[in-house]
C-alpha cells in the first residue's frame, strides 16, 4: 500500500482585477514551498476574480508558511482554506443499500415475510443456495487489527477505518464486489483467527489488511486451513503481484532476462517475503534477501531464499527490491551499472529512483509507482466467481503476468483506475481456478451493473 504524508488544501482566494496579482501569487507560492494543483475560476466581476488554488505542502508548518506569502501578496485575500479530503471521509465513505425499492405491501412480503420463508427453507436444504439467493456470493471481509496501517504503524483498528472503507470502495468501484470492513478490537493471534472463523459464513472471501508481521504469516495460513472461501493477506500478496509484474515489465524494458537475473529483496516483512516468495516460484531460482530480524531472515531461508545482507545484494544481484521502510539506505555508490532497482518503501524510498539512475541503474523506480490496487480488486472477483476454495499460487502468478502484459509501453504498470485490466485479472484467476480443478461454480464473468 503506498502512502503519501503531503497535506493537500483547497485555498479560495479573492484577487483584484488587477494585472499580475495571480502571477504574483502562484509564485509567492512556489516561492514559500507549495506545489500548485489545480484552479478553478468560482467568480469573476469587474472588480475582483475568486479561485480555488489547490496547494500540495510537506506538512503543517509548511502550509503555514505558504499561506503567510499568500495573505501577504498584494491584492490578495483568503476568504477559506479547505481540507476536502477530510470533508470526503465525513460519515464515512461507504454505506449499505437496497438494491430493489420497496414502493409497496407486496414488494415488503416478497423480500421480507411471509415470502423470504421460502427462500430460507430452500437454503436450509441446500446451503450451497446461499450463493444464489443471498448476497454472500459478493460479500468480501476486509479484516484489520489496526497494527501494521499504511506507513503509520499501530495506530489501532478505529484509526485504520478509512483505510478500510477506502478498500471497499476501490472493490466495488473496480469490480462490483461489497468490501465490509471488520475491525477486530485485539492483537492476539488466536483471538483474530476465532473470530473470523465465526463471522467467514457472511463471506465469499476473506482479505486479510494491515495485520503486522509475523503475525499475519501464521494468520493467514491458520485461517486458509480452516476456511473453505479464499483468505489472502493484501500486504503480501496484493504487493507482491504488483511488484512482480513491474519487474516483469522493467525486464523487458531493460532487455534483462528474469529467469537469469540474480535476484535480492531487502527487507522481509510482509510485502518483501511474499516478493520474494513470488520471483522463487516465477523463476525457480533462489533470491538474496536481507533484514534485521534473524526471525525474518530464518523465515526466508526456509521458504528457499538465501540469507544475505545489504552489501552483498547491493554487489551481486542484477534486480534489487527494497521494502524496508527506511529512506535512504541504499547509498549511491552502492548502485551498479545496468542493475534495476525498485525501491518501494514510501513516503520516502530507499533510494530516489533519479539518483539510482543517475549512478547507473538500467532502470529505477519508487513506490509511487507500484500499487497494489492493480491486483487485489481482480483476485477476489475471480477468486469468488469461481467459487474457489482458495487463490493459490498459480492464481497470483496469473494475475502478476496479465497487469505486466496490460502495461502501456513506457509505463511500469497500467492505470490502476482501469477497469479493463481488473476484469482482465478476475477473468484469468478464475481460469486458472478452472485449470487447477479447484473451482466449484461454472465461471460467469462478471458485467458491470
Not at 501578496?73 to 437496497?98: C, M, P, Y
Not at 542493475?339 to 513506490?367: K, Y
Request: one cysteine or more; a negative charge; glycine letters at 8%.
Amino acid at each position: 500500500m503506498t502512502w503519501s504524508q503531503k497535506i493537500f488544501r483547497i485555498v479560495r482566494v479573492r484577487n483584484s482585477q488587477k494585472k499580475g496579482v495571480l502571477a504574483k501569487l502562484l509564485t509567492a507560492i512556489a516561492e514559500s514551498g507549495g506545489n500548485i494543483g489545480s484552479i478553478v475560476l468560482v467568480t469573476e466581476t469587474s472588480l475582483h476574480v475568486v479561485r480555488d488554488i489547490t496547494i500540495t505542502v510537506e506538512n503543517e508548518s509548511s502550509l503555514a508558511t505558504v499561506l503567510d506569502a499568500m495573505r501577504v501578496n498584494e491584492g490578495t485575500k483568503i476568504i477559506e482554506v479547505r481540507d476536502e479530503v477530510l470533508e470526503l471521509h465525513q460519515k464515512g465513505k461507504i454505506a449499505i443499500r437496497s438494491r430493489y425499492p420497496i414502493d409497496s405491501l407486496t414488494t415488503l412480503r416478497r423480500v421480507y415475510t411471509p415470502g423470504v420463508a421460502e427462500v430460507c427453507l430452500r437454503i436450509a436444504k441446500d446451503p450451497s443456495q446461499a450463493r444464489l439467493y443471498t448476497s454472500i456470493s459478493h460479500m468480501v471481509a476486509i479484516v484489520t487489527d489496526g497494527t501494521a496501517v499504511l506507513g503509520l504503524g499501530d495506530i489501532g483498528p478505529l484509526a485504520a477505518m478509512p483505510v478500510m472503507e477506502g478498500k471497499a470502495m476501490l472493490m466495488e468501484t473496480l469490480v462490483g464486489l461489497s468490501g465490509i470492513p471488520i475491525l477486530l478490537n485485539t492483537k492476539n493471534t488466536d483471538e483474530i483467527i476465532q473470530a473470523v472463523a465465526a463471522i467467514a459464513p457472511t463471506f465469499a472471501a476473506i482479505q486479510l489488511e494491515d495485520i503486522s508481521a509475523p503475525r499475519c504469516f501464521e494468520i493467514e495460513e491458520r485461517l486458509q486451513a480452516m476456511l473453505d472461501i479464499p483468505v489472502m493477506h493484501d500486504d503480501q500478496h496484493g504487493t507482491a503481484v504488483v511488484s512482480t509484474a513491474a519487474l516483469m515489465v522493467a525486464t523487458r524494458e531493460t532487455g534483462m532476462n528474469l529467469n537469469k537475473a540474480v535476484v535480492g529483496q531487502i527487507g522481509l516483512g510482509a510485502a518483501g517475503h511474499a516478493i520474494g516468495q513470488m520471483v522463487m516460484r516465477l523463476t525457480g531460482n533462489p533470491v538474496y534477501g536481507a533484514d534485521l530480524s534473524p526471525e525474518a531472515l530464518s523465515r526466508f531461508e526456509r521458504s528457499g531464499g538465501i540469507k544475505s545482507d545489504l552489501k552483498e545484494i547491493m554487489a551481486k544481484c542484477d534486480i534489487v527490491v527494497a521494502t524496508t521502510g527506511a529512506p535512504n539506505l541504499i547509498k549511491p555508490e552502492m548502485v551498479r551499472k545496468g542493475q534495476i532497482i525498485l525501491a518501494l518503501s514510501n513516503p520516502n524510498a530507499e533510494i530516489d529512483p533519479d539518483v539510482a539512475m543517475e549512478h547507473g541503474a538500467a532502470f529505477a523506480a519508487d513506490g509511487k509507482s507500484v500499487n497494489n490496487v492493480l491486483g487485489f480488486p481482480g483476485i477476489f472477483r475471480g477468486a469468488v466467481d469461481s467459487n474457489a476454495p482458495r487463490i493459490t499460487n498459480e492464481m497470483l502468478v496469473a494475475a502478476a503476468e496479465t497487469i505486466a502484459d496490460m502495461t502501456p509501453s513506457g509505463e511500469l504498470v497500467p492505470n490502476p483506475l482501469d477497469k479493463k485490466v481488473h476484469h482482465a485479472v478476475a477473468r484469468v484467476v478464475a481460469q486458472t481456478a478452472i485449470k487447477q480443478g479447484i473451482a466449484r461454480a461454472e465461471y460467469v464473468p462478471y458485467v458491470e451493473e
